[in-house]
């Protein structure tokens, strides 16, 4: 696309950002003369018609929100436009790098002018505050830092504007995962108090040189968020208690915007401000029983779960996970992860299903002009299409993966083919069938027609912990047995699919009113196998158990239209 005339006046020039919703291109605007920043919804080219009224609502309300704030600190935006059928945000193009970029160069920023990066920051919020605007995207990724010493906040893509109609569906959670303030993760609206805990989550990330929250999977530092406490920084120096205050779990219990402006300028100026102290929990040093007494042994008191009720991990809010599940070098503790994972879809259906990209890099919404680009922790490249058999030429813009694959399938009545943006390609019961992200960083997609209460789950681990899938399904059984209430195993058994090794899992359990929209009885099956590659596919389908008998059927013709990607 570089060297396009976008709306007969913004000439593309090199793409500077990219992510799962967009693409931000250095573009010249040929009418005025100046250099700009060109933002793309590419995520548009990959969703249903029925999703894109919501991506392009999603989109001028981040227009809207930005133009909204009046403050040198807030990338300007300059226009809102229409081409091929998609908006396009014009933007001012800041010459430098993002925050997340001079962490990854440097390996961390000195207290001091982390302090006054966070200043600039925190001004920014006041202003976004004082318009009724909440970001709830703060990261390192969306701090601009400019060649002349300027710090901009950016990307309102996911902003909440007060009084706006919600353009997010119910239950999803939107955001870097390692950034969202625990009532969020908790499903409470987010208010000012969330973006100054995610400014605290930045500042931290600034001076360590590592997130305080990040795990092995979004469903893990989701965990980490809610019932672990950040490790105390080395390297924050004057910084540290102003962190400590604003990464306080109950957002009751965090300063204020003034109170933090007047610690990040103390922070800022070298000195340690007192007045963050008085935030900082106080540590409970264990005092050794006499001897002729000894202790009774401590009962760890449960965290409340993310996951919802009798999901927890065992894990307590003075309990870090063991080394193996932090390190990811577990078996135990992957396995432990992906039933987590299952339980989730169990528990809450497609409805709840999170649009979550956990770490830097993803840069969607950047304006930077220069000083490179954030590593991305997910491929965001364009996937390939599914292969041309219809003699053509295989260009997308003469004709889609999906049109190609309907037009060579022989499905039942109102089937249809979808090719997914992660590659793979899968046939649903109906164009009703909505995409939704589980996971992006597993890779784990839902196709439901109603919210969550039928859906398909399609995941893929190119590093599974098992070479055998029928010892994978038996680990996930006895977790998830241990969890759901009144689960029954209806059968787990060996299987050969397409000459690979697999297995398949089916159980019954029943959903509770408390825990997802669609309560009562419950029916799932589950099949893995291990491709040619290597790579651990699992298709998960779950429905009410009496409508198991069309399920069951369907789940059949999804076996046989599945797809690997090409």
Known sequence: MQGQLVAGRYRLGEAIGSGGMGRVWHAHDEVLHRSVAVKELTAALYVPESEQARLLARTRAEARAAARINHSAVVTVHDVLEHDGRPWIVMELVEGHSLADAV?????????????????VLRALRAAHAAGVVHRDVKPGNVLLGGDGRVLLTDFGIAQIEGDTAITRTGEVVGSVDYLAPERIRGQD???????????????????????????????????????????????????????????????????????????????????????????????????????????????????SPYGPGVGVGATAVQPPSADVAAGTGRRGRSRLIALVVVLAALVGGSAAALLHEGEGEGEGDARGGGGTSAAPFDTTRPKPAPDTTGGTGDDTEQTGRQRDEQTDDLPEGWVRRTDPFGFSVVLPGEDWERVVFDEETRQVDYTPDGGKHFIRIAADDSPDFDDPYEHLRDLDQQIGQRLVDYRQVGLERRVYRDRKSARLEYIWTALPKDTKFPGPYRAVDQMYLSRGGVEYALYMAAPAEDWATTSKQFETILQGWREPQ
């Open 104 to 120: 990854n160069e440097r390996e961390r920023v000195e207290p001091r002018e982390a302090a006054r990066i966070g200043l600039w």
């Open 190 to 304: 987010p208010g000012p108090s969330s973006d100054l805990w995610a400014l605290g989550a930045t500042l931290y990330t600034a001076v360590e040189g590592r997130s305080p929250f990040r795990r092995t999977s979004p469903l893990t530092t989701m965990q980490a968020v809610v019932e672990e406490e950040a490790g105390e920084p080395r390297y924050a120096g004057p910084l540290a208690p102003v962190i400590s205050a604003l990464l306080r779990k109950d957002p009751a219990m965090r300063p204020d915007a003034a109170e933090t402006e007047q610690m990040l300028a103390e922070a800022a100026e070298g000195r340690r401000p007192n007045s963050a102290q008085m935030y900082v929990p106080t540590q409970v040093v264990d005092v050794p029983a006499p001897v002729s007494a000894p202790a009774p042994a401590p009962v760890p008191t449960p965290s409340p």
